[in-house]
């Protein structure tokens, strides 16, 4: 049974970091494309930080890029999105999604954490 579960949301101060976590477990996590996606209140869920295969590449957001960084530790089945100098506008919930190949439309997610930048 596939799982995906995120930690390491909560409340932070404009400027502040965050780190999140997302566990899996049920497939080959190595060879999987992990994402970062992130939903705001009445705005579609998008795309924020994607590892390819073994970690070969990663890409980004035009918003958040310099800010966030995605790694993973394939040997621990997790993958992490780090974020630093966070915005206001960056409070969404934020999902883990496992997908076999970057163009499958077949995906997993994780049941999401919510990240909120406010002073």
């Known amino acids: 049974q596939v799982q995906l579960v995120e930690s390491g949301g909560g409340l932070v101060q404009p400027g502040g970091s965050l780190r999140l976590s997302c566990a899996a477990a049920?497939?080959?996590?190595?060879?999987?494309?992990m994402s970062w996606y992130r939903q705001a209140p009445g705005k579609e869920r998008e795309l924020v930080a994607l590892?390819?295969?073994?970690?070969?590449?990663?890409n980004y957001a035009d918003s958040v890029k310099g800010r966030f960084s995605i790694s993973r530790d394939n040997a621990k089945n997790t993958v992490y999105l780090q974020m630093n100098s966070l915005k206001p506008e960056d409070t969404a919930v934020y999902y883990c999604?496992?997908?076999?190949?970057?163009?499958?439309?077949?995906?997993?997610w994780g049941q999401g954490t919510q990240v909120t930048v406010s002073s």
């Open positions: 999604c496992a997908k076999a190949t970057i163009l499958s439309r077949n995906a997993y």
């Open positions: 049920g497939f080959t996590f190595r060879t999987y494309v």
């Open positions: 590892s390819t295969a073994y970690g070969g590449s990663t």
